[in-house]
């Protein structure tokens, strides 16, 4: 499966951004979506991840600001951000895994879309 993200952006604090991920290539609904980010000189680190819409998994730093989304008709999956902060800056990458919950690990994942910059100013 192919991956393209886009939605990226420079924002103040506090603002909102939607990040999109189009899948193609592949059955989307064979796979486990997943947002991923990498801050400058940090690791990656897991976001939020979606199965179906009664199985979805945050990080504690996304719960209750990030919500993430897929439309299985649209090879589409999406991560609305509100309440930005300068600490979400980073680049965020989209991900594939072809199993049947939600996972938290990247290596898991086995296809990556390219990343798309998310700048948060203060």
């Known amino acids: 499966v192919q991956l393209q993200a886009s939605g990226g952006g420079l924002v103040q604090a506090g603002g909102s951004l939607r990040l999109s991920c189009a899948a193609s290539?592949?059955?989307?609904?064979?796979?486990?979506m997943g947002w991923f980010r990498q801050a400058p000189g940090k690791e990656r680190e897991f976001v939020a991840a979606v199965r179906s819409s009664v199985s979805l998994y945050y990080s504690d730093s996304a719960k209750g600001r990030f919500t993430i989304s897929r439309d299985n008709a649209k090879n589409t999956v999406w991560l609305q951000m509100n309440s930005l902060k300068p600490e979400d800056t980073a680049v965020y990458y989209c991900a594939a895994a072809r199993i049947w919950r939600t996972d938290v690990t990247s290596n898991n994942y086995k296809y990556w879309g390219k990343g798309t910059q998310v700048t948060v100013s203060s």
């Open positions: 290539g592949d059955t989307f609904t064979t796979y486990t």
